[in-house]
């Protein structure tokens, strides 16, 4: 399914590089948070989840699992910013900058998954996988957004934010996700760090849920949080309950809830998951751009 250019030309390929000699790819530091924040926000939809890692945990920490990277023109101003890491994100307003960026993330030892617009991660592989490096697993997914509630009357009180109580029940249904989606579980390649970032979340008032009793009937988690959007996954909806509008009906109040505080809502849907995307459109989810993640092997930590 993974898509590379095989367009470049020897002549374009040169005068990239005599480009790249006179600019710079820099190691960002919190000096430039600021600045960063910035150049994120020109396309908020695109660069939700960097920009929230910059809002919860800073430009640099370990929490990023991984290091935001910076490449400037000659006159020094940003043409892109990338989180090399356990995820590699980036956002580029040229091909030199997703160029020089690659080089520098393929020298990443940990990368567990490299995730973007179609067309640029396209364009970053050529560049990443010049040494040779093989994808584990590619997908194409649709970026979906939502930009005003569900018109329905229809309320459900019993959705609620999940507690340290529901640690327990929300972790085997997030690695069961996590799984389908990469075919790596994070519950045993990483269980105590996987038990971190859920609870973490849980702590930040993050993820959703709605019991019938003791039985969890319906999941969501809010991964990336900013004024201008709000990223979703782990969107789970008990097998019984798929076909009794139980699913739309949550959605719709998370949305009325979530959307009192943000822009949009967006999520990503694998393509090939024609009931998934079938159900979001019920939601009333717009298509906005496609992408593709690739899946990287030989690495040692896994989780989402």
């Known amino acids: ?17 005599q480009t790249l000699a006179t ?13 960063v924040l910035a150049f994120l926000s020109q396309r908020p939809i695109h660069t939700v989840t960097m920009k929230s890692f910059i809002h ?13 990277y910076g490449y400037r023109d000659v006159n020094g101003r940003l043409e892109g910013v990338a989180l090399v890491g356990h995820a590699t994100l980036m956002e580029t307003v040229s091909d030199r900058a997703l160029q020089a960026l690659a080089k520098v993330a393929r020298e990443c030892a940990y990368t567990h998954m490299i995730m973007g617009e179609q067309e640029r991660v396209a364009d970053f592989w050529v560049s990443y996988a010049e040494t040779g490096q ?39 249904i997030q690695a069961q996700l996590a799984f389908q989606e990469s075919g790596i579980d994070p519950s045993r390649v990483d269980p105590l760090g996987f038990r971190r970032r859920c609870l973490r979340r849980i702590q930040q008032r993050r993820t959703w849920v ?41 959605m719709a109040e998370l949305s009325r809830r979530l959307l009192t505080k943000t822009n949009s809502l967006c999520l990503l849907a694998n393509e090939l998951n024609t009931r998934a995307l079938k159900f979001y459109k019920k939601c009333g989810f717009l ?3 496609t992408y593709e993640t690739i899946f990287l092997s030989n690495k040692e930590s896994f989780s989402h």
């Open 1 to 17: 399914m993974l898509q590379t250019k095989t367009n470049l030309t020897k002549k374009n390929a040169e005068q990239m590089s």
């Open 23 to 35: 600019s710079e790819v820099e190691l960002l530091t919190a000096e430039n948070e600021v600045e």
């Open 56 to 68: 919860d945990n800073g430009l640099v920490s370990p929490l990023n699992r991984g290091s935001f």
């Open 134 to 172: 093989a994808p584990r697993l590619a997908c194409r997914e649709w970026l979906l957004e939502l930009s005003a509630p569900s018109a329905t009357d229809e309320v459900v009180p019993e959705l609620k934010l999940a507690t340290e109580e529901d640690l327990d029940v929300v972790m085997p």
């Open 210 to 250: 709605l019991f019938e009793g003791d039985t969890l009937i319906f999941k969501a988690d809010v991964i990336s949080e900013t004024n201008d959007v709000i990223y979703l996954e782990g969107i789970w909806v008990r097998e019984e309950a798929r076909n009794d509008g139980t699913g739309r009906r949550c």
């Open 287 to 289: 298509f906005r751009s």
